[in-house]
């Protein structure tokens, strides 16, 4: 599966920006999604994860409250909605798609998308 993410943005504190990841190729529907982000210097590190049908979720508790995954299947998309943006999530997010369940390992998904820049100035 192809996966394009896009939606990133300069935003400042505060306020919110919807990420989008398209998935091309084979079936979306029988894949768990999952976002990640990554700091300049910092390893990548787990955000949220959805999945194949939307029934579970799960989030990093930096972010918990704050942002919100979501998957479209008839779109092929999964969505990641963040609110309340601090500068500390400033990164370059990816999302991620593997064929069991929601894992916080960025090791453990099969597919990537090229990453979305979210930077978020004080």
């Known amino acids: 599966v192809q996966l394009q993410a896009s939606g990133g943005g300069l935003v400042q504190a505060g306020g919110s920006l919807r990420l989008s990841c398209a998935a091309s190729?084979?079936?979306?529907?029988?894949?768990?999604m999952g976002w990640f982000r990554q700091a300049p210097g910092k390893e990548r590190e787990f955000v949220a994860g959805?999945?194949?049908?939307?029934?579970?979720?799960g989030y990093a508790d930096s972010v918990k409250g704050r942002f919100t995954i979501s998957r479209d299947n008839a779109k092929n998309t999964v969505y990641l909605q963040m609110n309340s943006l601090k500068p500390e999530d400033t990164a370059v997010y990816y999302c991620?798609?593997?064929?069991?369940?929601?894992?916080?390992?960025?090791?453990?998904?099969?597919?990537w998308g090229q990453g979305t820049q979210v930077t978020v100035s004080s």
């Open positions: 190729g084979r079936t979306f529907s029988g894949y768990t």
């Open positions: 991620a798609a593997r064929v069991y369940g929601i894992s916080s390992e960025y090791i453990r998904y099969d597919f």
């Open positions: 959805i999945s194949w049908s939307g029934g579970i979720t």
